[in-house]
């Protein structure tokens, strides 16, 4: 397996002494490395991948030298404007490293590794869209002679001047023994604050969940408490767009209160979204904070040390409050059933969630089904 610490060594003694991007699970060990081994500054966790790539244009600029970009292959799709609208060897020629996490990835055989439903597609198309992106790339696993890798990589970064892809196998990377980021020190756990939301809410509102832990623990709450499944729709792809989701529900069904279940790095990634989703008085936007990509390692996102109730009250929020106990969750979300602008609760938890949390065992297409003819028997029964 390739040592963290020696593909980090590696990657400065080749010249990247800057890395940003958004966390992936499948290089959570490296991104942690990353955190503590760069030099002072030389490392910034983006809101999105998109704007990672733009972090990286603009340390070319300064310095004539190339960044490190890390993403999630699902991230693919947030970069490609900027690749080919400004990095690209066409346009502004701007050379760059992507390190790419590859979920749902496919052996050579042509078998795909058993993922996630929302991987799989995103898993066989990752290599033709790099094709199509004109990015060239080399593929890393735990055998790999990763320091020729890297170095080839940069020197064909900088001689073709555009970016270049290292595209990661599952479990190439060895564990790491750096620290992340602590959290938040506060008594309320993420599960416990959806499980006060889910048992507070009436029968007939739906709910919309964002990415990651967040929906898997709706799921099992709901399984626990005997609650149908079909209250709600489980977003577990397109990270940040789960309140872009709630926003057209409640936009076409404005006579009902929709919820939505955000996280705090989800919020970030698509933080725009918010001057629409602001302007439904029948939506109650509930982001839990942790200030962690808790999902996919734990590291830090940009919401930390943020005021997330300004930040939604400045894009026109009529009611935006923080909490940090259940009984004041319970309190405030009471008042935003019965409130007539849009509310924001951000809940401050802690990191971390069960070792044996589960996954939903049904079909994100069951899901959609279901939850679809809940949002009918409920409007028109």
């Avoid at 070319?60 to 900027?82: D, E, K, W």
């Avoid at 990095?87 to 055989?109: C, D, F, H, N």
């Avoid at 055998?143 to 970064?157: C, K, L, P, R």
């Avoid at 955000?262 to 200030?291: C, K």
């Amino acid at each position: 397996m390739i040592s963290p610490s020696a593909f980090v060594a590696t990657m400065q003694r080749c010249g990247i002494n800057f890395a940003t991007g958004v966390p992936d699970s499948l290089l959570k060990e490296v991104c942690s490395e990353i955190d503590t081994g760069m030099p002072v500054g030389g490392h910034q966790i983006a809101p999105s991948e998109g704007a990672a790539v733009g972090l990286a244009i603009g340390h070319f600029l300064a310095t004539r030298r190339p960044a490190l970009v890390y993403l999630q292959n699902s991230g693919l799709g947030n970069i490609v404007n900027p690749v080919t609208s400004l990095a690209a060897k066409e346009i502004y020629a701007i050379p760059m490293v992507l390190l790419v996490g590859w979920r749902g990835e496919t052996e050579e055989s042509g078998n795909q590794i058993h993922d996630e439903p929302q991987h799989r597609l995103q898993g066989v198309i990752t290599p033709a869209q790099l094709d199509l992106l004109g990015i060239p790339y080399l593929i890393l696993d735990a055998d790999s002679d990763f320091e020729t890798a890297i170095h080839e990589a940069v020197m064909q970064a900088i001689s073709c001047s555009q970016p270049f892809a290292l595209l990661v196998r599952k479990a190439a990377f060895s564990r790491s023994s750096a620290q992340t980021h602590p959290g938040l020190n506060v008594e309320l756990a993420r599960e416990e604050a959806i499980n006060k939301v889910l048992l507070t809410l009436p029968i007939d509102v739906p709910v919309v969940s964002t990415t990651g832990m967040a929906s898997r623990e709706v799921f099992e709450t709901r399984k626990r408490l005997g609650q149908a499944h079909s209250r709600d729709f489980l977003v577990v792809g397109g990270m940040g767009h789960a309140v872009s989701i709630a926003a057209g529900i409640s936009h076409a069904s404005p006579d009902r209160h929709i919820v939505c279940i955000d996280g705090d790095g989800a919020m970030m990634m698509h933080t725009g979204s918010l001057a629409v989703s602001a302007r439904y008085p029948n939506l109650i936007h509930i982001v839990l904070n942790n200030e962690a990509h808790d999902s996919v390692g734990g590291q830090t996102s940009c919401a930390a040390n943020l005021s997330l109730c300004t930040i939604a009250s400045g894009f026109g929020y009529r009611n935006a409050i923080r909490v940090e106990t259940k009984d004041t969750l319970e309190k405030v979300l009471l008042e935003a059933l019965s409130s007539d602008g849009a509310s924001f609760i951000e809940v401050a938890c802690r990191k971390g969630n069960r070792i044996d949390l589960g996954r939903p065992d049904r079909s994100p297409r069951q899901n959609r089904e279901d939850f679809q003819d809940f949002l009918a028997q409920t409007i028109h029964g």
